[in-house]
């Protein structure tokens, strides 16, 4: 099962950020992080990931608390493209997988005019 | 940038047939998979190959299922005879390495469709 917790359903106003909450409380230390969206039945599309420190990319930010118990995904201005299934994976690490990504029923964020 | 591509898009077989799932991973990975999605349920690892082997699989992947990498650069999964639970979009992914901190890049997915 997966390891973290996201809820259900979000709104968002286009052009506003839109900000998605993950608890993952059970993180190991050298587990990372990692964000998934879904955009209606196509392939998942990578967003980013992090281990301790805040990421920064063209997509998005991820904010990853002290603790690291949990992380908020921010979407700086979002756009209808953005209305999607985002999901939060902690990355199993090394020593227990070969790396494969086990999804949660994530966040269906929509995007509205 | 380069991307994960698969085909068919669409594919309708009849019970019991065998079909195959192509996909062409991005050219510089090493690291392999496969996952599928039945319609309005989770993304699902199935599983994962290196080196010309399986890595890893779940128990979704039994003997009805195999994978192969036919040359240098498709990757395939083959249902030997398919069931009609085994409709679901299915998935490739690539990746550079299997460790934790490797994204992996997910193709456009092909529509199994089995009456």
């Known amino acids: 099962d997966a390891k973290t917790t996201q809820p259900p359903s979000m709104d968002c106003a286009e052009g506003r950020a839109a900000n998605l909450p993950c608890n993952h409380s059970t993180i190991s230390g050298n587990e990372y992080v990692y964000w998934y969206r879904q955009i209606h039945s196509q392939g998942p599309q990578y967003i980013i990931h992090g281990l301790k420190n805040n990421e920064t990319n063209e997509m998005a930010s991820l904010i990853i608390t002290e603790d690291r118990k949990s992380s908020t995904l921010i979407l700086p201005h979002a756009t209808l493209r953005d209305t999607a299934v985002y999901y939060c994976?902690?990355?199993?690490?090394?020593?227990?997988?070969?790396?494969?990504?086990?999804f949660g029923k994530g966040t269906k964020l929509s995007v509205k005019p | 940038e380069p991307e994960v591509t698969q085909t068919p898009s669409h594919q309708v077989t009849q019970m019991g047939q065998e079909v195959i799932l192509r996909c062409v991973p991005i050219?510089?990975?090493?690291?392999f998979y496969w996952y599928r999605q039945i319609l309005g349920q989770k993304v699902e690892f199935l599983v994962s190959?290196?080196?010309?082997?399986?890595?890893?699989k779940s128990e979704i992947f039994d003997d009805q299922f195999s994978v192969e990498r036919p040359d240098g650069s498709n990757f395939t999964l083959k249902i030997r005879s398919t069931k009609l639970e085994d409709s679901a979009m299915y998935f490739c992914?690539?990746?550079?390495?299997?460790?934790?901190?490797?994204?992996?890049?997910f193709g456009p997915g092909t529509r199994l469709t089995v009456t």
């Open positions: 992914a690539s990746s550079e390495g299997k460790r934790e901190y490797y994204e992996q890049y």
């Open positions: 994976i902690v990355r199993l690490n090394y020593g227990g997988s070969q790396g494969n990504l086990i």
């Open positions: 190959f290196y080196n010309n082997e399986i890595s890893e």
């Open positions: 050219s510089n990975h090493l690291y």
